[in-house]
């Protein structure tokens, strides 16, 4: 049960009243002002319900959307109606902003809306795969197996990159943990060297990578605010380069052909549109559509172009595994199992182990990632301690020398 507020107006005064009222749906918001004995003017979920200002940039969880398509999926294969099903969901999910939009969802299917055009209205949280195979499902009579469906392809999905997220995490750790060290060391314990040996060895010059890094910690002390808005400068520079078509171009060209990463994301790209292809196939969505859908949900620009390059061979006629036969954007199997499936009349099959193959294959090149990353962090810290350990000691190391000419 959510929230409203709203405004109404008083038939026997003609007065304006704002106030609350807690009700499963707009509608029957509508129903209980009314029975109140007046007219309701405008009726909105209160803030308080969707988190104020903060729930709008809280996102709805992956879990989440996968628990409301399992469950919505297992109440109408048990044969509950769509709106009684929906309710039911909407009162044991956890998620506040997840339940404001079942209720909106609710109030537009009592107004005769299709659930598929109910979903629409949000994009943030069901993407294109999402509405094309529920109104796939509405249009067949299957909605129950494309919601289970859609259950599956999003724990896939959500599994793949929490485990690329995983592989990232020790050397982000490392990388904070080695930037601390060296700021400290830099920041704090070379002014002290550099303040040692001039009072020392007076006429004798510091060692040059000792000079480097003071000239660094002199810079960072006085003009601090300097580096503080370069750095914003850079990051919202950088952000907005990587959103422009350029940018995006070519960091996918990276992203698709850098070592060490470059293997493990072609076979992520190649993952994702064998089992979307093979969840949309499934749900009876016309191949054209099919192509289209996955162009956007692989997230690549090259992959996209060679996807909509495709969807003209195909209107032309040609198969489509012929038609990304020799795409450098695509590696060798994909094509090799459409036409299999083509052939065979089972491309929903053959794109569902083409699937599983590269998602093990995924697994496999994070286990080699982690295993290459792990030597290069302890190298990478080794240089880094040396060139820091140099910079302190042999100052020292000069200065031991002067006192013992001296003497």
């Known amino acids: 049960m959510l929230t409203y507020d709203y405004v109404a107006r008083d038939p026997a005064s003609g007065r304006q009243v704002k106030a609350g009222v807690q009700a499963d749906s707009e509608s029957s918001a509508a129903k209980l002002i009314r029975a109140e ?62 339940k404001v939009i079942i209720a909106d969802i609710i109030t537009d299917i009592e107004g005769g809306s299709s659930l598929a055009n109910s979903m629409g209205k949000h994009p943030d949280v069901f993407n294109q795969i999402y509405l094309s195979l529920v109104a796939a499902g509405e249009a067949s009579g299957t909605l129950d197996q494309a919601l289970e469906r859609l259950a599956n392809q999003q724990e896939k999905d959500a599994d793949i990159v929490s485990k690329i997220r995983g ?34 060895a007076k006429g004798h010059s510091l060692p040059f ?18 580096v503080l808005i370069i750095v914003a400068v850079l990051v919202v520079f950088t952000s907005k380069w990587a959103r422009s078509v ?52 692989i997230d690549n620009v090259h992959i996209a172009d060679s996807l909509r390059g495709a969807i003209e061979k195909v209107k032309g006629g040609k198969s489509l595994g012929d038609s990304l036969q020799g795409d450098p954007n695509f590696l060798e199997l ?74």
């Not at 036409?339 to 065979?344: A, D, F, P, R, V």
């Not at 020292?396 to 003497?407: E, K, S």
Request: glycine residues 8%; charged residues 15%; positive net charge.
């Open 37 to 98: 004995g007046l007219v309701p003017i405008d009726i909105q979920v209160s803030k308080v319900a969707t988190g104020g200002l903060l729930g709008r940039f809280k996102r709805v969880k992956t879990k989440d959307k996968v628990l409301f398509s399992r469950q919505l999926a297992t109440l109408l294969n048990a044969g509950l109606p769509l709106l009684q099903s929906l309710r039911s969901v909407n009162g044991q999910t956890e998620s506040k902003q997840l």
């Open 167 to 200: 592989a990232m995490i020790y050397p982000l750790i490392v990388l904070v943990v080695m930037g601390g060290v060296a700021g400290f060391m830099i920041i704090k314990v070379l002014p002290q060297v550099k303040t040692l040996y001039s009072s020392v």
């Open 209 to 226: 990578v000792t000079q480097v890094l003071l000239a660094i910690s002199d810079f960072t002390i006085h003009f601090w605010w300097v």
């Open 246 to 297: 350029g940018g995006k171009t070519l960091i996918d060209k990276v992203k698709m052909q850098a070592w060490p990463f470059g293997p493990l994301f072609m076979k992520v790209y190649m993952a994702r549109f064998s089992r979307t292809g093979s969840t949309l196939v499934a749900s009876g969505v016309p191949l054209i559509q099919v192509l289209e859908i996955t162009s956007s949900a």
């Open 334 to 407: 994909v094509p090799n199992m459409l036409k299999i499936g083509e052939q065979s009349g089972s491309m929903e099959q053959m794109l569902g182990k083409t699937a599983d193959y590269y998602e093990k294959e995924v697994d496999q090149e994070i286990k080699n990632i982690q295993t290459l990353i792990e030597p290069l962090m302890m190298v990478l810290m080794g240089i880094m301690a040396l060139i820091i350990v140099a910079a302190v000691l042999l100052p020292i190391y000069n200065l031991a020398g002067n006192v013992g000419g001296v003497v």
